[in-house]
């Protein structure tokens, strides 16, 4: 089993378009990864990341530190790359809208 534990860098936390960005790249990994919010250094129930909705459910806001994990083939490398998402703010991403859309 790898693990790795991360804060959460997106400005609104893993809600709505963070967590359909992280939900998309973890289907996409080799691996299943299992993420948990992390509460006094524990972790607490894992969800898949493949689920927006399970990564909303577990209120992880900005700022808290979350534990991503998986095991068999390609955990490792699948945990890094959501890592990296979980890491990044991804609400300050989104692109500019064209004036008038």
């Given at each position: 089993?790898?693990?790795?534990?991360?804060?959460?860098?997106?400005?609104?936390?893993?809600?709505?378009?963070?967590?359909?960005?992280?939900?998309?790249?973890?289907?996409?990994?080799?691996?299943?990864?299992?993420?948990?919010?992390?509460?006094d250094?524990?972790?607490?129930?894992?969800?898949?990341?493949?689920?927006?909705?399970?990564?909303m459910?577990?209120?992880?806001?900005?700022?808290?530190e979350?534990?991503?994990?998986?095991?068999?083939?390609?955990?490792?490398?699948?945990?890094?790359?959501?890592?990296?998402?979980?890491?990044?703010?991804?609400?300050?991403?989104?692109?500019?809208?064209?004036?008038?859309?």
């Open positions: 089993m790898y693990r790795r534990r991360v804060v959460v860098a997106s400005t609104v936390g893993l809600h709505a378009r963070p967590a359909g960005l992280i939900a998309k790249a973890a289907a996409e990994q080799p691996a299943t990864v299992r993420i948990a919010r992390v509460v250094g524990r972790a607490g129930d894992e969800v898949d990341a493949s689920s927006v909705l399970g990564l459910t577990l209120g992880a806001r900005h700022g808290d979350v534990e991503l994990s998986a095991a068999g083939a390609g955990a490792e490398p699948s945990v890094d790359a959501l890592a990296v998402l979980v890491g990044t703010d991804l609400d300050a991403e989104q692109p500019a809208r064209a004036a008038g859309h």
